[in-house]
């Protein structure tokens, strides 16, 4: 057996060489699956074409049937190849499965098997003619040969359609990756359709082997010119689509290209619901990403869903020559820092309270050191003076003198006493923890004038009050202390008699007020403002008190979830209203 090896069979030689080539230099991205599928490409042309050099390299018809019988090793699964290739870069991952390469593959096993056995049943090729002067056989195509033929057609048709629909899909960035792959793609296309329909320069040579590598040396150019599978699929799908942060990009037009798995889960939304739609549209109710979209805000801004918080981070995408391709926007989830946020807000605010709380109860103490220790002086002192009067006045056997004194120093214990009784219900309302229960007012207020009783006597003063009373909530030892102080102050600064006049009323948001109005003079606005703080006593010539009592209240009151307040118009004898406001629920 002898070799002559032609200008064709050079061709094709070169045509194998370039292709092994090819794959040299796409071999350090063949971690990207369409890399990958390339250089199989590659090396199914290799084989073609080195196949095709031995054919046109002999003179024996039987050589030249055999070596093209041997070609279909690599042309029986290129077109499976350049499918899966523009599968791969199409980011259609979800079809690049081992079970559907085997269904792909089926076929041109089978067709692999019928040219090997084609002289037993010639549905491949019906006759082969020879053509000595142009040493070319001519094969004379059976149904089967169309069969595989129109399978193959369809693959790379619908591999070029992978790469045109990409068009649509990916940023502008990529688009001219892909218009690089559309061109390299045509090269094979009309190189087979020439063979198979003889309007071919030199009949009976295959261009499409040669027209394959021409593809392959175009992307190797694309890979080298514009580094294309550096961040396409690889990078793209290792990093985006495994981040734990949402990624999403919108075109110049405000149309959705790409998100990743996360950004799918936070909006709850599937990529084939988002992809491709108008951001607007589609997730209109998140306004204030809209509003940055539209006003090309960049920069971080904050939204939240139902149960979560997100920030955004939105930056511009420019392609090569610096016209604007989109935004790239970038979801953090900050549900974690912003429960924490808010639990130190709350944190703080109880730490501001509790301080607040001490610093007035230490302005309390520091008011009754100068405010209190007199009166208490007072008493003390005349008790013990008076003792040692007594003393004397037993042996001089006065009783009415002595009954004087045992006057004043009862006067003077009772005194002593309800100071500290006061100061203790100051200090201990803070932070005693009592139950809230339904109020028995009519009871309360009964045992409140009891208490008072001497005093109403003594001043003749005259109280009305409701027949029936609303419900509210407290408690009830508190409140009578709030009714004793209350009375007590409008007995003190009531007119002569005093006249008081006692009521309560539903009000809005499930309250109640309660309210206790004398007949006095009335309080200015400045002298207003001076009650319920600091033991403040308005009249101390006028009337006995320690400047305790409005405290007592405000300190109770505001305890028991509610509020206090005055209201006078200084006019003499309208005197004053104070009330306080209790919770029904």
Not at 115 to 134: A, F, G, M, Q, R
Not at 320 to 327: D, L, P, R, V
């Amino acid at each position: 057996m002898s070799y002559n090896f032609t200008i064709d069979s050079i061709i094709e030689f070169v045509t194998a060489l370039a292709a092994l080539i090819t794959i040299v230099i796409l071999w350090n991205n063949r971690k990207s699956p369409e890399v990958k599928y390339l250089i199989y490409l590659q090396l199914f042309v290799a084989i073609w074409a080195t196949m095709y050099a031995f054919e046109f390299g002999t003179s024996d018809l039987q050589t030249k049937i055999l070596w093209s019988k041997l070609s279909y090793f690599g042309i029986a699964f290129l077109p499976v190849s350049y499918f899966l290739f523009t599968t791969a870069f199409s980011q259609k991952d979800h079809l690049l499965t081992n079970r559907n390469i085997f269904l792909l593959s089926i076929i041109p096993v089978i067709t692999i098997g019928l040219i090997l056995t084609n002289d037993s049943h010639h549905l491949v090729w019906t006759k082969v003619t020879p053509d000595p002067v142009e040493n070319i056989a001519h094969y004379h195509h059976g149904p089967l040969f169309w069969f595989y033929w129109i399978y193959a057609q369809a693959l790379t048709i619908s591999g070029f359609f992978n790469l045109v629909h990409s068009m649509y899909k990916f940023t502008a960035y990529y688009k001219s990756q892909i218009g690089i792959l559309i061109v390299a793609s045509l090269f094979p296309l009309v190189a087979n359709l020439m063979y198979v329909t003889n309007l071919n320069p030199f009949p009976g040579f295959d261009w499409t082997p040669v027209s394959f590598v021409i593809t392959g040396l175009i992307v190797a150019f694309g890979i080298v010119r514009y580094r294309m599978f550096d961040l396409v699929p690889y990078a793209r799908n290792k990093v985006i689509d495994t981040m734990d942060d949402g990624a999403m990009i919108i075109n110049p037009e405000g149309f959705i290209e790409d998100c990743n798995e996360a950004a799918c889960l936070i909006f709850n939304l599937s990529k084939k619901e988002l992809i491709p739609s108008l951001f607007a549209e589609k997730l209109g109710k998140y306004l204030v990403l809209v509003d940055a979209l539209n006003s090309k805000k960049t920069g971080n801004i904050h939204f939240e869903t139902e149960n979560k918080y997100y920030q955004v981070r939105i930056s511009p995408i420019y392609y090569k020559n610096k016209n604007f391709s989109g935004n790239l926007l970038l979801i953090h989830d900050i549900t974690t820092i912003k429960l924490a946020e808010d639990e130190l807000k709350k944190s703080n605010k109880k730490l501001l309270e509790e301080i607040e709380k001490k610093e007035k109860l230490i302005e309390d103490l520091d008011s009754f050191a100068h405010t209190v220790a007199h009166d208490l002086k007072n008493s003390l002192g005349s008790i013990v003076s008076s003792s040692d009067a007594m003393t004397e006045i037993i042996q001089t056997d006065d009783t009415k003198y002595l009954m004087q004194l045992a006057n004043l120093i009862n006067k003077s214990a009772a005194k002593t006493m309800q100071i500290t009784q006061e100061l203790l219900i100051l200090a201990t309302v803070s932070h005693q923890e009592i139950s809230k229960s339904q109020l028995d007012m009519n009871s309360i207020f009964n045992e409140a004038k009891l208490q008072l009783a001497d005093n109403l006597n003594e001043s003749k003063a005259k109280i009305t009050e409701p027949v029936t009373w609303p419900v509210s909530l407290g408690y009830s030892p508190w409140i009578e202390e709030v009714w004793v102080n209350l009375l007590s102050n409008a007995i003190k600064y009531g007119g002569n008699p005093p006249e008081i006049t006692v009521g309560a009323e539903s009000i809005k948001n499930n309250k109640v007020k309660f309210w206790v109005k004398d007949n006095g003079n009335g309080l200015t606005e400045e002298e207003q403002k001076q009650l319920f703080k600091k033991y403040v006593r308005l009249a101390p010539k006028k009337v006995d008190g320690h400047g305790l009592g409005l405290s007592i209240v405000k300190r109770i009151v505001e305890k028991l979830d509610g509020s206090v307040g005055v209201e006078s118009t200084t006019a003499a004898g309208e005197g004053c209203t104070f009330y306080f406001v209790l919770p029904v629920e």
